[in-house]
């Protein structure tokens, strides 16, 4: 295996070793699930537009969690940069147990982003800069409106045609207190299954500043352009 490869993976997951394992509650104990949905579709050359659905929950595939939509319009401007905004709408139910009456809490999501690539060494480095305006629902029934800059590291590398191994860290801050939001840890596989097809699984330490959640994913890419 690349040495560059190895000492990345083993400093990502010593980070993820760092989370605590005393007084955990029946949420954090649960291995949950998201299941991901990613189609790429090109507007024309240098437009595109990728739509996502993300369903989340607390026990894998039961126990909802979050359901997340959202569209993005991106503008390429150069195979090592890009730019986009979208929108997104995010229905969510924050506790673990089931309330008899529960109502979902709603998102509204406004974001911009700027992605650059950069390639050595067999690797493909990802980062990605993303502002959003939060509109988030209260008990009342209200809006508020809330401030969050992420930034994602992620590190692509292709152990051969098909099979492609993932790492990435994304940092959540909100422009407001508290200002740590969460930092989420990934390591997964990619498999290219068809020229517009390709199948990730995964998994993802979710920290937060008093929970920590540890998840499965599943993902599916599909580009409607190739």
Known sequence: MNKTLRYTIIIFLGLGALAPVYGQTKAEKDLGSWFLFF???QLSDPWSVLSEVQHRSYSFGTNFNQLLLRSTLNYKVSDAVSFGAGYGLIPTD??????????????????QQLIMRQKFAGLTWIHRYRLEQRFLEDAQGDYQLAHRARYMARINFNLNKEWTLS????VFLNLQ????SQNRLYLGMGYQATPQLNVQVGFLKNHFNTVHYNRFLITLWYNTSS
């Open 167 to 170: 790492v990435f860290d994304e």
């Open 94 to 111: 924050s506790s673990y147990e089931a309330i008899e009456d529960e109502s979902l809490a709603y998102e509204h999501r406004i974001h």
């Open 177 to 180: 207190k508290p200002t740590f």
């Open 39 to 41: 189609n790429q579709h």
